[in-house]
């Protein structure tokens, strides 16, 4: 299957700092990616759908200018954290997909730990 | 709105037995439906999709799923377990909104144990 490099895998940070995650696709160009995010031993919660060039589509709930979503080309797109709190410690997992009706394929995501 | 319900968090199976992991699923049209697998702290793998054609789909490690349209149900099953295959199982369901819009959503997990 196609290959999605999620970075980084692990990062801590203090309260009230940016972190920023990428999400880059290898192999095929991802015309649309997907942000979720998995609280332990739970399902995952879809936060945004991204076209590449186009404004993120979030979720009810998710609040856009806290969670910023880059998906500026057909192989990259970025979650950025701001002014991260303890409550947004997760994990979060991105996703893309190549085209209608296809699989998504998932990074291997991204553990994020806010002190 | 779809829907995806997976009304079993866990099940459990003898190794060499088969297994039988539950979906259900509500969707506005046509559905486009999928497997996952999550290991612990990793992303989701592909196991198999189905879109349309023949009910039966036989997906990667053996998995195979049947999609059932009156009962709107897309169960993952496999002939033998193997202890390998313990793991968190996702079904997820592809729809698509007005203004070409896509959306995605995963059942809540069963968590699949096989005992040795």
């Known amino acids: 299957g196609a290959v999605v490099s999620q970075h980084p895998s692990r990062v801590i940070c203090k309260s009230g700092t940016s972190v920023k995650i990428e999400c880059r696709s290898l192999d095929f160009q991802a015309t649309t990616m997907f942000w979720y995010r998995q609280f332990p031993k739970q399902s995952l919660m879809l936060m945004a759908t991204?076209?590449?060039?186009?404004?993120?589509?979030?979720e009810q709930g998710v609040e856009k200018d806290k969670f910023l979503i880059n998906h500026a080309s057909l192989t990259l797109s970025t979650l950025t954290v701001t002014s991260a709190h303890p409550e947004d410690s997760s994990f979060y997992i991105c996703s893309g997909s190549g085209g209608a009706g296809g699989e998504l394929f998932f990074g291997e995501g991204s553990r994020l730990t806010v002190l | 709105a779809q829907s995806v319900a997976q009304p079993e968090d866990q099940v459990n199976v003898a190794e060499g037995n088969p297994l039988t992991v539950k979906c259900t699923y509500s969707?506005?049209?046509?559905?486009?439906l999928f497997w996952y697998v999550q290991y612990p702290n990793r992303g989701l793998q592909f196991l198999l999709k189905?879109?349309?054609?023949d009910n039966l789909v036989k997906g990667s490690y053996g998995f195979e799923a049947e999609f059932n349209k009156s009962q709107t149900s897309f169960h993952l099953k496999k002939p033998s377990a193997l202890v390998s295959d313990s793991a968190l199982y996702f079904c997820?369901?592809?729809?698509w909104g007005s203004g070409g819009y896509q959306k995605v959503t995963f059942g809540t997990g069963t968590k699949l144990q096989v005992i040795p």
């Open positions: 189905y879109i349309t054609g």
């Open positions: 991204s076209n590449e060039g186009s404004k993120a589509t979030y």
């Open positions: 969707v506005s049209g046509n559905p486009y």
């Open positions: 997820a369901v592809r729809d």
